[in-house]
Structure formats: C-alpha cells, structure tokens
C-alpha cells in the first residue's frame, strides 16, 4: 500500500470519556499543562507528527467546550458526537465511521493517554512501509494492568491479553491506543462483528484481527507515557510538562507586563505568564509555571509546581510538587503534592498534610473503594469553586468536591462531596480571666528585645 | 456684624461622649493615629483654622484623660464636664454655657466627626461676613442616616431632618456638627426652651431658630467626613492618615535611632517613628505608620496598617490593612482588616479570618443586635490587654472584650465578654502506636533533597 | 605528699545515671553539644586539665555506647560497669575500686554537672601542694538545694550538709562533685565503712572523713557550672555552648560542602558543620549551631539554637532559643524554648506555646509531680523518634514520649507517653452549601489586587 502523505490520512481522537475517576478534577481533556488543554495539546502533537485531518469524538458533556477549542489548533477538525457514552472505546470509534472512507487508512488515539509527539512521528515513519495495522506498544520495565501484546519474533501481534495479572504477561509491550489501520473499513466492520454488549469490545476486535491473520505489527516506544485516569496521575503529568521547560525563560520582560520584585528569587526553568507579579522575598525554584496575571506575593515559595492564571499566592504560602488551577487565591498555606482546580481560595493557616504520620502509600478513595496512589507523598484533591477557610487541615489524598465550602479550625480527614458545606463544632469554656499578670514579665521580654 | 478675628471667638468640643457602639476599643478622643491622639488632632485642626481659644466638654469618665491631653496642643483650653451624660449634646453644650459670653459667638464642634483642616477654615471665612449662624454641610452621594438640611436657594437652612429615609432626603446636605452662632446666647436660650426629655433637643433647638427665621446658612463642604461610630470606623480613619502619608519619610535616621536591616524592603508612605528597628527580609509596604520603638521581625509583613508604640510585629506575621495599638505582641499571624488594641498579644499560628466563606458583608454585635459593617473584609475587633494562645481562629467581625484571654487552637466564633477566659475541650483519643516506621522513606527523602 | 604529673593519677568518672528525671530526653552523656556527646566534651577537659587516665563508670543501659564514644577521646580510658544502680554514686565509685592502686591519687568527677576546663586546672594546680582532699566549691548567690560545705577560714572542710533548706545554709559554697583524694584507699575505705543502705552514702563518707580529721580543703569555683537534671537544662547548657562560639565561623567553606544562597542571612556567632545548606531569604542568627548536612530552607529563621545533622529546617519556620536532634524535618513550624529529640518531624503549622497565657512560671511533670522550671518561657520536650501532623498546638512544657505519634489539628495540653498514639476527635457538621457567592466580589478583590 502507498499513501499520499497528509491527504487521505485520518485520525479518530477519542474524547468521550467521563473522567470519573478523576472526580473531582473533572474532564481530563481539558485540564491546562503550560497554558494549554491536554486536548490542544494532543492535537498539536498529531499535527506535528503529520496528522493533520482529525476527527474528534466528544459526549454531549465536553461536545461544546471540544469544539471552542479546536478553534485554536491547525489540525483540519471535525466534531462528532458519540450518543451512547456507554458504549465505550469501540462506540467512540464507529461514532466516526461516517467521516472516514472505507479504503482510507485511519489512526486510533485515545484521549486518556499522554505521550510525546515521537511516538506519532513513529508510527508515521513505519506507515509507510506498513501492514494492516500498526500499534503502538510501551516497553514496561514493572507490571502494569493494561492491554499486553503478544507478538512473534518481528513483533507481529498474534494476540492482546487485558490485564494478565504479574507473571503472566506475554510480553513487556503494553498497547497504548495509538493504532493505525491501512484500511478504516478492515476495522469497522471486525468492530460490527463483537457483541455491542461486550465491555472489551474494541480490544476483542483487534485479537479477532490478529486470529484472522491480519499483519498488525507492535511499534516498541521508548518514550514518556502516562495514562490519566487517577487524581494523582495530574502530578505525574504535571512533572512531564514541567521538565520540559528547559530553563530560566522570561522573554519580552517589559511587552509582557511581568514585574519581578529585586528581592524575589527565580531559579531553575521557569516560564512566567504575561502579566505575572513576583513580590519581595518571594521564590519560585523551577521547574515551574506561573500562569498569567498571576501575583506570587511576598514571603512566598513556588517550587515544582504548576499554578494557572489570575492566581494570588500569597504572603508566606508555600506551593510545593502541585497544580494549582486558574483563580486560586492562597494565604499563609501549605500546599504540597496537591491538585487544586479553579476559583478555588484558602484561608490563612489552612495547610496540606501530604505524607502520613506511619509514613505509608496515600490512600485515596476511588468510586467507594480505597485505591494506593503508589506514593506516599499526596496531598489534597480539591474539584473547581470551593471556598475553605481558617487554619483548616487536609489530611492527605483527601477529596473535596466541586462547590464545597469547608469551614474554619477543622482536620478534614475524610472526603467531602461536590455542593456541600461542612464546618466543626467546637465546645468552648468561659470563665472568669482570674490570672494577674504581672507586668514585669512584659518589660523583661521588652528588655530583652532591646538587647537583640 | 463685625468681630475681631481670634479674640472672643470660642469653640465649644464635645468630647464627652461614651463611645458605647465602639466597644471594645475605649474613648474615640484617645485612639491614636500617626502618634497623636483624635482629640489633639482636633485641637490642632481647630487652632489651624483660626480656633485657638476652646473649651472641651468631657465626662468623668475622661475628665482626667483630657485635661492631661490639652497641655500638649498649642489651643487655649479649658476643661469643663456635663453632669448627666444622658442629656446628649444639647447637655454638653449647655454644660460650657458658663464659659462663653452671651454676645460672642461660638462655634461647636462634635468629637464624633472627623473632618479635615479646611473645613474650619471655610466656617473662618464664611463668618466675616456671616449670619446669625453657619452649619458645615456634607454634600451626600449615597443615603447616609443622619440629619439633612433643608436649604433655600441661598443655601439658607428652613430645616433639619433626622434620618428621612432613603428617597425622602430634602437635599443632598447632610449636617456635620461644625456650627457656628454669631451669638452664643441664641442657641443657649433657644436649647433651654426645648423640653429637655428632648433626645434630639440640640437638633431641634436648631430646627427651632430656623422656623423663628434666624438666618442659618449651609456651607457645603467637600473634603473628608467620617462619623467614628462602629468599630470598623476607626479603619476608615486609619486609611485617611494613612495615605496623608506622602512618601518614605525617613528623617534623621541615626538620630531617631532607626534600624534598618539591609535585605528589609520598605515602599509606599511609610512614618517610621525613633527607635524602630526593621529586621531582615521584612517588608513595611505604604501606607504605613510604624510607633516607636517598635519591632517588625524577621520575614513580617506590614501594609496598609498603623501600628503603634513598642510593638513586636513578630517572625512571619502578616499585618494587612489593620489597625494595632500600642505593645502588640505578634507571632507567625495573619491580622487582616482587624483592630487591636493596646498591650494585646497573639500566639503563634493564631489567624483572623477576615472574609466569609460565602463573602458577603461582615456582620458584628453592636449593643445586642447585628449591624452590618458594609464591607466584605473585616476581621477581629480587639479591645486592650487581651492574651490569646497559639492557633486560634478568628471568626470575621468578632469582638473581644478588654482583658480576656483565649486559649489555643479554638475557632472563636462569637464574640467574648471583656475579662472572661474562653478556651476550647478537646476530646483526644490515645492509643497504642502500632505504625512501623520504614527507614526506606526518610532515606529516601533524605536522597530526594540531596539533590535539589 | 609528693605525685609525678600524670604518672599515676586516675580520674573516676560516673556516668552509669539513668537520667530519668530527662525523661523523654535519654541519657544525658550522650546529649551532643557542637557535634560532640557530653560524656566526650567531659573527657576532653579532663585531658586538658592533665587527667588523662580515665575509668569511666557506666551501667549496663549504656556500657555499648560509652565503650564505642571512648574510642573517639585523647584519654586513656578503661570502662568499667556498675551492677548495681540503685547504689548510687557511692556504688559507681566502688565499682572502679579494682581499677586504682589504694596509694593512688584519685579524681571523681560526677557525669551530672557541665563545669569548664579551668576546674580541672584548678584541682591539678591545688594537688601539688595538697591535702588529703580536694573539693570542687561553687560559690553561689541565691539557694540551690545541694550539698553545702561548712569549712574554717582556711576553706578545710568540717561537714557536708545536703539541702539545708534556704537561710540555713553554712556558707555560700555548694559542693561540685569533682573530688580529689590523695589515697583513694582512705575514700574506699570510708565508703565502705558508711551502711549502704545510705542514700547519701557518698555524701556521708565524705562527712565521716572530715569529722575524723581529714584535711579536705574546698577549692571556690567561679566558673559556669550546671548539674542536669531536668529537661529545661539541656536550653542552659545550648546557650552555654553556644556563647563559646565567638563570632561567625566557617572555615574552608569550599571543602566542607557549605551552600549559602546570596538572599540568606547570617549573623552573630554561628557555627555550621560540612554540607550545610542555606537557602534563600533563610536567616540564621547567632549564637547558633548548624549540624551536618543540614538544610535551612527558605524563608526559615534559627536564632540562639542548637540544631543537628540531618534536618530539615523547614519553610517558614522559626527556630528559636531551642534544642534540636539530629534528622529533625520541620515545616511551617514555630519552635521556640523547646527540646527536640533526634528523627522526629512536624506537620505543617503545627507550634510550640512557650509562654503560658497567665505569663507565670511554666510547671512541668517529673516522675508525677508538677515542678517549676523556674522560667516563664518553656516549649516542648519530645524525646526521639516522635511523628508529628499539621497544625497541632503544644502548650508550654507539655512532654512527647519517644516513638510517639500526634495527630493533627489539636491542642496537646498534657504529656503523652511513649509509643503512644494521640489524636482529636472532631466533630464535623455536614450541610448543603446554600451560599450563593457573588462574582463581583472576586473581581473587585481582582481589581484592587491590580492597583496595588
């Protein structure tokens, strides 16, 4: 088979999903690395690697905020709607059937993966040489509970096993949803072959494929990956986008309005948003980024974090290994390994706990079972709108969800769900002050003082 | 009429009112700014204007508190005290009736208003060639619930009403207690023939001379008025000498004996008083009054604040847009939109919150009943001698009374009775530890920051 | 009496004290001073005052330990082990008696008091023309309940009267046990003669010997002398130390590993040990003493305070006047007269109360009952190995076991004991949030922010 490069070529982007157990960050699509959505960012990376014309599957949930955003990449888009969210992988892709020709070759991208644009421009490269089907394939070094291949000595894949358990992998090659087709029809119609009720329908697909003797063939990638899928995996991103900012970058000072205080400190690679205020004293130890408008106050520590725009973070707050979303106002907080979404605030003294007292991995509840974010540094995961106050702590991997208000002087240590208001309740003791102090002890401290 | 500038004028002060609504914060005449207290600030607007020869009216409450004050202002003044402090203004002035000539004329004058300088000397020139009697005249924007002049074309006054209500102001001219009388003896008369059960007798006395045709004329005033009558008040004024500041003024630094550390930041109007010392990486931002001898510790952060004499603004602490009398201890707090007042001191970790979760308007008791303070930033309002332990949450808006004590780590939710000793219970729970700590993790850690 | 310097002196030294009235605080001849056990700095001075021929008395608790620490000394020092403790120090003498020659000279030299060097010069001076004996002699100025000498004018010794009670004392001189003997047969001896059912066997010997004539003479001391005894001894022995350091010391800054950012502050006498880090807008205030491969993070402040190796002063936190382990991990902290074993860490904002609200002295548990420590500033005592959560207050004086755990978010108003587990229970109120927040209060904060 011989293409004409970037003219009959399609890509099927698969956006659909619900982020549920992302909950409460909520769609993953658009969740902002470096000023950008991850879904930009998936298509520019497809434009990059020549995948130019893309057909993007959304649900009537994220169908109007895909097509806003597809404004702004240089991929010819086309927006269709899957209709029935419960049909998985495989209704998202035969929800594109219509926009691609039968003959025509297609590639398959997930939205729930991030990689680097090398792996497009691999499976581009090989493409040309190509068989039936290419997919690409993480070579993984531990287990991890995904699709593996089963492939022969010149990688054609004879077989796909979901989730084989340690130890019985066939394979060290994990599929990644990134599969080319020569001819979108070969898969479409295997896809219209499985029983719709079928929850692995897609994958069954591709083994059925395989049996039948098609020449799909595991391209091996050796690059960054990382399916989203839990809260914490934002950090994990988050470290990928921040290690990519090579160094000190300020550009145009003074055109993009960014005022850096004399007494500030930044160091390590930083990139500064338009309109960004770093106060005295303060600091930001890259990697970071710093969101436009963004006022990084006095006293202040940023240090391998990634904080949106219109932020304040303010007097004596430490951000430490977090993402923090757009209009986030800070005081006096701690807020380590956390990821807190937008227009969110924090009352003075309000700090993260982000590592156990017995030290263990964090456990963070998970659609009603507690899942181990592998870590055992996490701090809080808040959704978008939440208002907390005073001197409040958050036991680490706690969830509140969008909308909550959180009340002052209180340790949070379960979650709270979206829409809730939750406050403690303190019994006081009054009595009569009866202590007479003495004012010796003040001018002694005052005495002291003076010596300094 | 034709009177011989500065000879037998005099002004009558009412300085004898007792601050009731301002609780906890003591006498209004002896709040300090820039150094000085309200009362003498009067005194020297008034000798300024061309007001040298007056008698403040007082009561025993602070009879002895004014006539120690008078010996530092360069006014002739005499002290006089109104007996029954029921009896409102009109008793005040009456209380001073022996002290003024019957043909002189007079000019009162309420310590409850604050105004600036120009506004006594507009009444010195409008009297050369003046009427029976002139009353300064606040031009309004907004409804303000006090008494408005209703005024001819001339801008002769027909009548005063007391708080008409929104929509029914005759005029946009409110009544400021600057009045001047051509001859005393037509307000004293005019006051004795008012039925003295009277609670607005002065006003009615007033509204009396009107209707007998006195010829009254308004003055419309337009520079800064502020009634000092809710706590949160004393901020408005605070913000008033605040940005009377110009610039960083810094006289005589060796002198004064100011110190300075070389990493401190100090920007805006700052008034450092002798003996203040700024230790390092502190930031002083304008407007700012700092008292004598007063310390701002190591990494603090005062702005927009007045604090007064021998303060430790200590290690960390955050004074934003407060007010705080004199040897106020702090340490690692957060003092926002708050009021303290003398001798007071913070414990480590103790914040004020100072906006509502749901920010709307602050709400504080005033005599029983909520008074909306109209700003969706107020914090605490502390009166004198108040010791508070470490991590104690502040609710927006309380108040605590003179020479309480709070306990540590409490959300102080309602307001506490001057003397009482409030503190919090909590119920702790105490079991075995059974955690077995990993050395792994600390090595890790140890690892991690090695190479930062 | 003739000796030969050096030749055949032998110093006693007890160190087999279980410290338990230290508790949680551990042994206290292993409590490091500027990177050296005390048990060492003892020897040490021994040395330099020309004792140099050392037998150590230890108990079986820490026999390892003092065996291993000897290695490290100039001293020529055997380790001998008291069997049974509750002998007290009588029995620890015995114990070494195998060890001396009965013609021998001897010097015992008690593990509990921190005397200086020039002691020891004194008694090596005094022996070439002495006596039977030698005692050490602090003159004192106020009551201290120990053990007072009575002596003729000539300083020879008549008796030992232990706590004599205020106003009864015979004369100002308080017996430091640094004993010399120009026989230690005629001590043994004596020893043994005196019931060993005697509590104060040791004292009662040394009286037995002077009533039947020895002639013991007291040698008046008028340098730093400390018996430690309780915790808050360990802050009068840091300040001890640490005004030996004369002013800034860092030597071979290249070779030792020191990182000190630009924005850091140093000041007064501070010494730092290989691999110290100082971080940006860190002040570090002397006296004070920073152990190896310590970090003091950004924006910390250590003032007048003794910190180990391997911790982890973190942002924002305020060291001060306090004793700190080795492998300690601060966090937003406030530390201040406090006592901190090794490997213990504190969450975020939690805090130490070092002043009680009623200013008094601050009382702490010993062996069950309330002592004064005689001082109105105390923190914390915690012993090694304590995890402690966010946001947690200490009040003043309040012990940690070792190996305990603290919750967060709560007020510890009494000790806990070791290997316990303490938290709060909180009780938290769930409601729907019906707080409608209105946009246009963030966008004015937004624009105020803006202007500033």
Not at 136 to 149: I, N, Q, R, T, W
């Amino acid at each position: 088979m011989v293409f004409f490069y970037g003219i009959t070529m399609k890509t099927i982007l698969l956006a659909a999903g619900r982020s549920k157990r992302l909950n409460p960050l909520g769609d993953k699509n658009f969740l902002n690395f470096l000023g950008k959505p991850l879904l930009q960012w998936q298509l520019e990376q497809l434009y990059k690697g020549g995948f130019k014309d893309v057909v993007v599957v959304g649900g009537a949930h994220n169908l109007e905020e895909i097509s806003a955003l597809v404004k702004n990449v240089p991929n010819e888009v086309t927006v269709v709607e899957q209709d029935n969210l419960d049909e998985g992988m495989a209704g998202a892709v035969l929800a594109a059937k219509n926009m691609v020709a039968k003959k025509d070759p297609i590639l398959i991208v997930s939205g729930n993966d991030v990689i680097e644009s090398s792996a497009f421009e691999q499976i581009m490269a090989a493409h040309r040489v190509a068989e039936h089907g290419l997919l690409l394939a993480k070579e993984v070094d531990s287990y991890f509970p995904g699709g593996y291949l089963k492939t022969d000595a010149d990688f054609f894949c004879k077989d796909i096993v979901e989730k084989p358990g340690k130890g019985n992998e066939p394979s060290n090659l994990v599929n990644i949803v990134v599969h080319y087709f020569g001819q979108s029809g070969d898969l479409f119609k295997t896809l219209e072959s499985i029983d719709s009720e079928n929850d692995d329908r897609y994958e069954a697909a591709l083994a059925e494929m395989m049996r039948k003797g098609a020449r799909i063939r595991a391209i091996p990638y050796e690059g960054f990956w990382k399916p989203i899928k839990y809260p914490w995996h934002v950090l994990d991103l988050m470290e990928h986008f921040l290690y990519s900012l090579s160094e000190y970058e300020i550009q145009n000072l003074e055109n993009k309005g960014i005022e850096i205080a004399d007494t500030a400190t930044i160091k390590g690679g930083v990139y500064l948003e338009d309109g960004v205020k770093i106060l005295d004293n303060a600091v930001v130890a890259g990697p970071a980024y710093i969101g436009r408008n963004t006022v990084i106050a006095t006293n202040a520590l940023v240090r391998n974090s990634h904080i949106g725009d219109n932020c304040v973070i303010g007097f004596g707050t430490e951000v430490a290994r977090s993402y923090v979303g757009n209009c986030v106002w800070t005081h006096s907080n701690y807020i380590g390994d956390s990821i807190i979404g937008d227009n969110c605030s924090f009352g003075a003294g309000t700090v993260t706990g982000n590592l156990r007292l017995d030290e263990e991995a964090i456990l963070v509840n998970v659609d009603g079972s507690k899942v181990s974010a592998d870590r055992n540094k996490l701090g809080l995961i808040m959704g978008s709108g939440v208002r907390c106050g005073i001197n409040t702590s958050f036991m680490p991997g706690v969830k509140i969800g969008r909308n909550a208000m959180v009340g002052a002087g209180i340790v949070v240590a379960g979650d709270v769900e979206e829409g809730k208001y939750v406050y403690g309740k303190t019994e006081l003791v009054i009595k009569d002050n009866t202590a007479q102090l003495s004012p010796a002890v003040r001018a002694e401290m005052q005495k002291k003082l003076k010596n300094t």
